[in-house]
């Protein structure tokens, strides 16, 4: 499992020839929502659904776009697979405390949240450019850009939004 955080080319190929199994990418995106749900009430609530609607809305976008690259699969191998670009979600729960615990106080959080933030989401991207190759079927090029098109308007959107 550690694989699909180091090698996740290796890690897409070697699962690509087993059956699809919903149960592993289901508890890593259940344990990365988890990370979003320190608040209670009504805000818990929406902060779960966001999370699974945040996964089915990337599944779904890198799905249409691998179909303008012809892209072979099923949407749900593909949904399978894009499950495991949540882990680095999942990481941030442990570097959380860590920096609340060692910085100072009188830093902005909110700087060092977005720069974490962008950094958790390029390292998210890099496991779905290897999980859309793999679950579609698409060369290494097809599916960067199949990955890198809306997760960089995302980005820039983000930062456009900071600046």
Do not use: Q
Not at 2 to 16: M, R
Not at 105 to 131: E, H, K, M, Q, R
Request: aromatic content about 12%; hydrophobic content about 60%.
């Amino acid at each position: 499992m550690a694989s699909v955080l180091t090698n996740p080319d290796g890690f897409f190929s070697e699962l690509s020839a087993k059956d699809v199994n919903m149960e592993i990418p289901l508890l890593i995106v259940l344990i990365a929502l988890s990370s979003t749900v320190i608040v209670s009430g009504i805000v818990a609530i929406i902060s779960l659904l966001v999370v699974f609607i945040m996964w089915l809305l990337c599944t779904g976008v890198f799905y249409i776009i691998s179909i303008f690259f012809g892209g072979k699969g099923s949407f749900k191998r593909c949904l399978e697979f894009v499950g495991y670009g949540f882990i680095p979600m999942i990481v941030l729960l442990w570097i959380r405390p860590i920096i609340v615990i060692t910085l100072p106080p009188t830093i902005d959080f909110s700087s060092v949240y977005t720069i974490l933030g962008i950094t958790i989401l390029l390292w998210s991207a890099n496991i779905w450019i290897f999980a859309v190759k793999h679950a579609r079927n698409l060369s290494a090029r097809n599916a960067l850009i199949t990955v890198g098109a809306p997760v960089g308007l995302y980005l820039i959107y983000n930062i456009s939004i900071i600046i």
